[in-house]
Nanobody, 122 residues
Framework: QVQLVESGGGLVQAGGSLRLSCAAS????????MGWFRQAPGKEREFVAA????????DYADSVKGRFTISGDNAKNTVYLQMNSLKPEDTAVYYC???????????????WGRGTQVTVSS
């Protein structure tokens, strides 16, 4: 049974930092693409960042490029999202997802976590 469990969300002031973690279990993810998506109230889920676990390739949404960094620890089966210089518009529920390839499209991810809330105050 595949499980993705996010942690690390919380309340932070604008300009602050948070690190999200996504612990994966239930199968081998070494050939998977791992992504982070977010959904703010009243908005659609949007792509944030993704990493190809086997090769280390990464992709970022323009809105977070230069501020967020995605990384993976194969030994721990965990993917991280380091978020710096946070802005109020980054407030959302952040979801971790696993799919067969690195992608910006949510529909291509097979497995999803339940999400972790990130709130950035101004």
């Amino acid at each position: 049974q595949v499980q993705l469990v996010e942690s690390g969300g919380g309340l932070v002031q604008a300009g602050g930092s948070l690190r999200l973690s996504c612990a994966a279990s239930g199968r081998t993810f070494s050939n998977y693409g791992m992504g982070w998506f977010r959904q703010a109230p009243g908005k659609e889920r949007e792509f944030v960042a993704a990493i190809n676990w086997s090769g280390g390739s990464t992709d970022y949404a323009d809105s977070v490029k230069g501020r967020f960094t995605i990384s993976g620890d194969n030994a721990k089966n965990t993917v991280y999202l380091q978020m710096n210089s946070l802005k109020p518009e980054d407030t959302a529920v952040y979801y971790c997802a696993a799919g067969l390839a690195l992608s910006r499209y949510a529909a291509l991810y097979n497995y999803w976590g339940r999400g972790t809330q990130v709130t950035v105050s101004s």
